[in-house]
Structure formats: structure tokens, C-alpha cells
């Protein structure tokens, strides 16, 4: 190896600066200190390499769902909302109407059974139909 500083007398020209070679005619990659990054797959490839995420078929949620709910006995429809909604009903018809608390449960069992059976009634109707319902059907 020449050493880096040469000492050279004021007659003598500096001497010439080394070529240039692209770093591909170089042998080996001795004087590539860049990181070298991998190529990146095709969009094919790299669809069949990500796992898919677990999807149920259509319809499994919604059953597991109807079966939970059908186990429970307590109300869908939650309180007190539906008690404002009462109560600014009758309001209407008449003002200054007091409710008991088993009343309104009252109102909302049969409120909540009735939707229940309407429903059951639509989704019967929609599979002998084969056809989306809407609320017309109903």
C-alpha cells in the first residue's frame, strides 16, 4: 500500500487522482460500504406469503349470537331510554302521569315480546320468499 501523505518537492506535479470505476466493475464488494437492501417480492408473492385472516362463514356470528341471547332473559332494549320514551309518550295524551317502576317493566316485557315475535314472523316470511324483506313486509 503507497502511504497516504508523500512528500514531494515543489519541482515535481502532484500526482494524478485514481479512476473511477463504477462500483459493479469492482472484483468483489470490498469497497461497497452501503448496506446492499433485498429485493422486494412481486405482488403475487407477497399476497401467498401474508397469512389470511380468519374470517366464519356468513350467518355463523349471527347464529352464535341469537343462540346467546335466547339463553338470557333480561331485556334488550335498555331502560331508561325506553322509560323517556314512554313517558314522553303518554305525555301526549295526557300530562302529569305518574308510572310504577313494575308498570314500565311491564310495558317493556311485552314491548320487547312482541318485536320478538314480529321479527320471528319476518325472517320465516324471508326464507319461504327467498327474498330480502323490507319494511312494507313487515
Do not use: W
Not at 17 to 26: D, E, G, I, M, R
Not at 46 to 72: M, N, S, Y
Not at 78 to 89: G, I, L, N, T
Not at 123 to 133: A, N
Request: charged content about 30%.
Amino acid at each position: 500500500l503507497l502511504p497516504r501523505f508523500r512528500a514531494s518537492s515543489p519541482d515535481t506535479p502532484p500526482p494524478p487522482p485514481p479512476p473511477k470505476t463504477p462500483v459493479s466493475a469492482t472484483k468483489g464488494d470490498a469497497g461497497d460500504t452501503t448496506p446492499k437492501s433485498p429485493k422486494t417480492p412481486k405482488k403475487e408473492n407477497r399476497a401467498k406469503d401474508r397469512k389470511k385472516k380468519h374470517r366464519f362463514l356468513p350467518g355463523t356470528v349471527a347464529l352464535r349470537e341469537i343462540r346467546k341471547l335466547q339463553k338470557t332473559s333480561n331485556c334488550l332494549i335498555q331502560k331508561a331510554p325506553f322509560q323517556r320514551m314512554v313517558r314522553e309518550s303518554m305525555a301526549l295524551q295526557k300530562a302529569d302521569m305518574k308510572f310504577k317502576v313494575s308498570a314500565l317493566e311491564a310495558i317493556q316485557h311485552a314491548t320487547e315480546a312482541y318485536m320478538t315475535t314480529l321479527f320471528e314472523a319476518g325472517v320465516i316470511l324471508q326464507l319461504h320468499g327467498r327474498k330480502t324483506l323490507i319494511a312494507r313486509d313487515l
